[in-house]
């Protein structure tokens, strides 16, 4: 189908007086201003433009600047012709190349995440899309400086409140489980960040801390739709979540985000890209100089390795991972590793001997993990049903119906997916014995808690 001529640029051009030559030199010139170098558009561009071709981002944006310096108002790009194109079906899961083309991509994905668009709820986990942006972490040049000359001046105030935000929203989410507030961050990301990003006025300093703090907030919205096993919207909030730590030069930040999508992987029993992915985590965290970071990055090795059934794989990986942990420094590193102690770090080695099914040893480090914060109420409905799962495996029934009648009570308050797939591995587990009353008794509760 041809091309209809863009009618409302050629206005715009009459009535501000410009050449085409001179319009073009004045994006050229302004792009520079705002952080875009080496925009090459002259006349010809122009005439393509009128012709009905629409420039890639940010030129809409920047023609809608020249124009409202020009005539004194403002001009929306959707007047110039060239309104917001729907976002693409692959949005989100590619990681962008430059600091612009992702922000374009990160407020597309909110803006569609927002709107409930059909592709983004069907959306599937693509190992490819995970691979490829954690090569592009690992390889891309160092990022260009994230500055933005808009026209709301963004400063540490803006950047404090997502911070804070985020905190409070996490806090929640380990309480009650993703269902319950995923759609208040998404909603929160496109109100209130994506216009910071859009239309800021930002130095270098400020961007990479505004590039950082929405890097965690969109990290924790990927993190929810995970426990609510929306794998593929996960997989791309992560993945955008990724190309914001680049763009802050945040290699500790980044890593945890690769830990996160291992996580997620071997949790879709997916151990051969979990590995690669927690691999490049282990090279981030040593760049950083995280030790903490690093011993979660062994661990989420350690488990890839039990799920393939690589044993001694599996017990190498444990052995880096304590010693990583010893090392840790936790009034130094970074608020959002804080979470990773000793019981942590004992939950994920119980699920390397849950799935090498290792009775003792799943019991011994679930034990240890249930010394805990108690503020991490979905976490410890997973760690006592790692403790039954073990138990079951040593024969010890009665205990076993105990720890999982606890896992039960505390799932039947939260909204989390992943808190529905403890019960039901519990279920398969506990089925050669149900015939035993106590076990009869579970599998009511548990017809109860998945009807509802």
């Known amino acids: 189908m041809a091309r209809q001529p863009n009618r409302p640029l050629q206005r715009f051009i009459a009535e501000a007086g410009f050449t085409h030559r001179g319009l073009a030199r004045n994006v050229n010139e302004l792009g520079r201003f705002r952080g875009v170098p080496g925009l ?63 922000v374009a991509s990160v407020t597309a994905l909110w803006r569609a995440d927002v709107e409930r668009r059909r592709f983004l709820v069907d959306s599937t986990f693509a190992i490819g899309a995970g691979s490829v942006g954690a090569v592009r972490w690992l390889t891309l040049p160092a990022e260009g400086r994230p500055v933005a000359g808009g026209s709301r001046r963004v400063g540490m105030a803006d950047i404090a409140a997502i911070r804070e935000v985020t905190r409070s929203f996490g806090e929640l989410d380990n309480r009650y489980g993703g269902g319950r507030i995923r759609s208040a961050v998404v909603k929160y990301l496109d109100t209130a960040v994506a216009p910071l990003l859009n239309d800021g006025s930002y130095a270098e300093a400020t961007g990479k801390e505004l590039a950082s703090a929405a890097a965690e907030l969109t990290r924790l919205a990927g993190w929810m739709a995970y426990d609510l096993e929306h794998h593929g919207v996960a997989q791309r909030y992560l993945i955008q979540a990724l190309r914001l730590a680049r763009g802050a030069g945040d ?162 308050g939260l909204q989390s997916a992943r808190t529905r797939s403890y019960v039901t591995d519990l279920r398969a587990r506990m089925e050669p014995y149900a015939a035993e009353p106590a076990v009869a008794e579970l599998e009511a509760r548990i017809r109860e808690l998945t009807a509802a």
Not at 46 to 73: A, Q
Not at 91 to 100: A, I, L, M
Not at 369 to 387: A, H, I, K, T, W
């Open 40 to 102: 090459g558009y002259d006349q010809r561009s122009v005439r393509r433009w009128i012709g009905g071709l629409r420039p890639r981002e940010p030129v809409p944006r920047l023609l809608g600047e020249v124009f409202s310096l020009r005539l004194g108002r403002t001009v929306t790009r959707a007047e110039l012709g060239m309104p917001r194109a729907d976002a693409p079906p692959e949005v989100g899961q590619e990681f962008p190349r430059t600091w612009h083309e992702g």
């Open 251 to 412: 290699h500790g930040l980044g890593g945890e985000i690769l830990a996160g999508m291992s996580h997620q992987a071997v949790y879709l029993g997916q151990p051969a890209h979990a590995l690669d992915l927690a691999r490049a985590a282990q090279v981030s965290a040593r760049r950083a100089g995280i030790p903490a970071l690093l011993a979660e990055a062994h661990v989420l090795e350690a488990h890839a390795h039990a799920v393939r059934e690589d044993r001694a794989g599996c017990r190498a990986a444990l052995h880096q991972a304590e010693r990583a942990f010893e090392r840790r420094r936790p009034g130094d590193e970074p608020g959002w590793i804080a979470y990773f102690d000793e019981a942590y770090l004992a939950a994920k080695t119980a699920h390397c001997f849950r799935d090498l099914r290792d009775g003792p040893q799943a019991v011994r480090h679930a034990r240890r993990s249930l010394e805990m914060d108690g503020r991490f109420v979905r976490g410890r409905m997973f760690n006592l049903s790692l403790l039954a799962a073990g138990l079951l495996e040593c024969g010890e029934l009665e205990e076993a119906c105990a720890a999982a009648g606890q896992a039960l009570e505390l799932a039947s």
